[in-house]
């Protein structure tokens, strides 16, 4: 049997006689709609060899680079990225380095910060003009900030915990403990960057002595031992007791909401073999109006399903294990791009994509949305909650079998 007639067998189980009758065409090329025919299964070794210049330990993290699913098709812009191709910028009490719209254009919406503050590291007090949304993901921070009407808050934060400041709002973190901490820092805008930023220090620095000895009601000379550049992260003092400091902030009075929140302390919005979805946004968690985020965990084989989001580009931070995405666009238009620890990937606003685990342990994606509430439109769901004769005629299926399809949102399937 040639490969096209086992190929047609296979549509034809798939579909029964009558719709491979009505579409035999497209059955012949199930597996590879397109002409000319894409992918490896359609080439010959002699044209498949590469024998120029190689970078093994690159091309071996992205597989589906060198040999694309047969049913990608078309040119989109590259969406994955990975802050570990980043620089850091490292100083005494830690290090940062991060991914803007600068090293990742496809990234429109936000941009990302990996830090790290070693124990006592401090990075120091400072605000942004964009909002900031933190996870820690290792270890413990402590969270200090004041917000719009003097209300002082402070925190400390372990892992799977986050904390929203809002644009403006002055702030600084602190490594705590043997360990220190590391956190993903997401702004709501691509173009902010951790490497310039409003500091106390730059401040203080560029200001007359006799003015902050005005502001203050102070003696100038209190002023003449200042740091002359700016601090960023540095090492500090061991913190002390949270109560302590809470207290030492007091009298301002006491924000209405929090401004951090447990991700992981939240009951999954999705929870069975195949794994688990936790979602926070501005419906509980109240601080953070322009951020929502979804922390994924799949277990291997499984599949995140087919969906897209009709309210914000899908910004992705892959924290443990091996994943595989596709994202589909008009056009026809479909890439596959592989993932792993440290990466970030983009999945744009109503572009259609899945989430495979391609590898033997649980699989961990942090997605991040610009928006105030997590929305998703799941294929599945969607042709379940079609008239059923109608889904039928557009993809030759019997009825009784789109019947068996899942109907819920936020799936995940296991392998």
């Known amino acids: ?55 093994p330990a690159l091309a071996g993290q992205l597989p589906s680079f060198q040999s694309p699913p047969a049913t990608d098709v078309g040119s989109m812009p590259m969406l994955w990225s990975s802050f570990n191709i980043m620089p850091k910028r490292i100083q005494a009490g830690g290090w940062g380095r991060q991914v803007t719209i600068a090293e990742f254009p496809a990234a429109k919406e936000v941009s990302g910060v990996d830090m790290r503050l070693g124990p006592g590291g401090i990075r120091e007090l400072h605000w942004h003009l964009a909002n900031e949304w933190g996870l820690v993901t290792s270890g413990r921070c402590r969270v200090t900030l004041l917000d719009q009407e003097g209300r002082a808050y402070v925190q400390d934060v372990g892992p799977g915990e986050l904390w929203f400041f809002p644009a403006g709002c002055p702030h600084a973190l602190q490594g705590l403990g043997p360990e220190g901490c590391e956190f993903l820092l997401v702004f709501d805008d691509a173009h902010q960057s951790e490497f310039s930023t409003l500091l106390l220090t730059d401040w203080i620095a560029h200001t007359p002595p006799e003015i902050l000895a005005q502001n203050f009601g102070v003696p100038a000379d209190t002023f003449k031992t200042i740091p002359l550049h700016d601090l960023w992260i540095f090492q500090g003092k061991e913190a002390g007791p949270l109560a302590q400091a809470q207290a030492a902030v007091a009298s301002g009075g006491t924000p209405p909401q929090p401004f951090t929140f447990s991700l992981v302390g939240t009951k999954p919005v999705k929870e069975n073999e195949a794994g688990t979805i936790h979602l926070a946004d501005s419906r509980n968690f109240k601080a953070s109006t322009t951020i929502a985020a979804a922390l994924e965990t799949i277990k291997p084989g499984a599949l995140r399903r087919l969906h897209w989001h009709p309210n914000a580009d899908e910004w992705q931070y892959w924290m443990k294990g091996r994943g595989r995405m596709t994202v589909f666009d008009a056009g026809p238009r479909a890439t596959t791009f592989d993932f792993g620890p440290g990466d970030v990937g983009v999945a744009p606003r109503n572009q259609g994509h899945y989430i495979l685990n391609t590898g033997d342990e649980d699989l961990v994606v942090l997605v991040i949305f610009k928006a105030p509430e997590y929305q998703e439109v799941d294929l599945s769901n969607w042709l379940t909650h079609t008239p059923p004769e109608l889904v039928a005629q557009h993809l030759n299926i019997d009825p009784a079998i789109i019947a068996r399809f899942p109907k819920d949102k936020v799936g995940i399937q296991p392998a």
């Open 1 to 55: 049997m040639d490969d096209l007639s086992r190929r047609a067998m296979l549509a034809l189980s798939a579909v029964g006689g009558a719709a491979l009758a009505s579409s035999g065409a497209g059955a012949a090329s199930f597996g590879n709609p397109d002409e000319p025919p894409q992918g490896a299964i359609n080439s010959t070794p002699a044209a498949l060899a590469d024998p120029g210049p190689q970078n």
